[in-house]
């Protein structure tokens, strides 16, 4: 939620919305949607011992789930169906999976006419859960946690990407004389965001600044434009910040700062939310709307997608970016996939930072799985 709003009032007042359009959306229908309606689960063609990894792996080196370039082939729906998925943006390069299914027609493919709609997080929860948009490309975040708590429904039910290894994007800090990479005291610090606590990006944050004596609970946090985080920290306005890609590259390599850690890697902390309609109501269509999806990353983002100049150029044109912006960083792993206990890790951050309240949502009524299984032939 990039805002300048004091992120605890925005958590609040989002999550006051949510409870009150539970009251149209009706209650949660608990437990997996698989489990609700039984599908059949069908082998895939070029979807083999690949496509699905064990989600309690957490190794940095795992390999995320493929089928072959073109699988799972597309299965065209009996009648079209209209689907408007909500995202914060549209020039991120995670976001990019989404716009090349729309641009190479693989949703077309599957009788979806796909809208992507440009919504702050906070607009489109309360049309999320009312059904309104079917889809979110979003997070777990703090506020859809405590929408979950107060009994309606939505699931997150596919990831988006991990880091590269070599990537840099996540916590830097302006050291202090005396100190070192290796020795940097975080506590009484402030840190300089987008990004507020209840925000995914509180979960390696927290555990970053753990490691150096902080924690969310002993920073101070100021909000800041996402052209103001660099600035601050090299004026002096804030100790440290959260420097996403490409521009952590503005400070690598310069002794004055240091790097203090990122996203885990291998573990995607958000992607595909389902509302009602494709969790309940039309769960044909939300697995038709996954298998383009997995399509889509298994033929255009399989692995160094960065390595085709031709790729490059369409990405940078979809995302109304330059090329050279978006060649700076390496690619990311794209990865349909969601770990085990994400959820869990998320909302101890959350919690830790004041944001969340209650008991905590447990991961099977957070969490679907099924659909992306299916859409791979995979039963879990």
Same mark, same amino acid.
């Given at each position: ?38 599908? *059949? ?43 408007? @998925? ?8 995670? @976001? ?36 309104? &948009? ?16 107060? /009994? ?40 300089? *965001?987008?990004?507020?606590?209840? +925000? ?13 004596? /902080? ?21 002096? /306005? ?31 902390? /958000? ?22 999806? &997995? ?25 109304? *970016?330059?090329?050279? *912006? ?40 957070? &969490?679907?799985?099924?659909?992306? +299984? ?7």
């Amino acid at each position: 939620m990039r805002t300048h709003t004091p992120f605890t009032c925005t958590v609040v007042l989002v999550t006051a919305s949510l409870l009150g359009a539970a009251g149209c959306a009706g209650t949660d229908s608990g437990g997996d949607s698989a489990a609700a309606a039984p599908r *059949t689960v069908k082998p895939v063609a070029g979807c083999g011992a690949g496509s699905w990894t064990d989600p309690a792996d957490l190794a940095p080196d795992r390999k995320p789930a493929r089928c072959d370039k073109g699988a799972p082939a597309a299965q065209l729906l009996a009648k079209k169906r209209k689907i408007t @998925v909500a995202t914060g943006t549209l020039s991120a390069e995670y @976001v990019a999976p989404l716009q090349v299914a729309v641009a190479k027609g693989e949703f077309a493919k599957e009788g979806l006419d796909v809208e992507l709609k440009v919504l702050p997080t906070p607009d489109a929860l309360p049309l999320l859960a009312k059904g309104d &948009v079917d889809a979110q490309w979003a997070a777990p975040e703090a506020a859809v946690m405590n929408g979950i708590n107060g /009994g309606f429904d939505i699931k997150w039910v596919a990831g988006n990407f991990s880091p590269d290894p070599t990537s840099k994007s996540g916590l830097w800090v302006r050291l202090k004389d005396g100190e070192s990479a290796d020795h940097v005291e975080m506590a009484g610090r402030k840190m300089g *965001t987008m990004i507020g606590k209840g +925000s995914v990006i509180a979960y390696p944050m927290d555990t970053s600044l753990k490691k150096h004596g /902080g924690g969310l609970d002993k920073i101070s946090f100021q909000q800041l434009g996402s052209a103001d985080v660099l600035t601050a920290l090299q004026n002096g /306005g804030v100790d440290s910040a959260w420097l996403l890609d490409p521009i952590w590259r503005k400070v690598d390599g310069d002794k004055k700062y240091a790097f203090l850690g990122g996203q885990p890697v291998g573990e995607p902390l /958000g992607g595909l939310l389902f509302g009602p309609t494709l969790l309940d109501k039309d769960p044909d269509a939300g697995v038709a709307f996954l298998r383009a999806y &997995v399509r889509t990353v298994n033929t255009y983002f399989a692995g160094d997608y960065k390595s085709d100049p031709a790729f490059v150029a369409e990405l940078a044109k979809l995302m109304k *970016t330059d090329e050279a *912006t978006l060649r700076s960083t390496p690619s990311m792993r794209m990865d349909w996939e969601i770990r085990k206990g994400t959820t869990d890790r998320l909302q101890k951050a959350y919690a830790d930072s004041g944001v969340s309240k209650g008991a905590p949502v447990p991961e099977a009524k957070a &969490v679907d799985r099924a659909m992306y +299984s299916e859409a791979v032939g995979h039963k879990p």
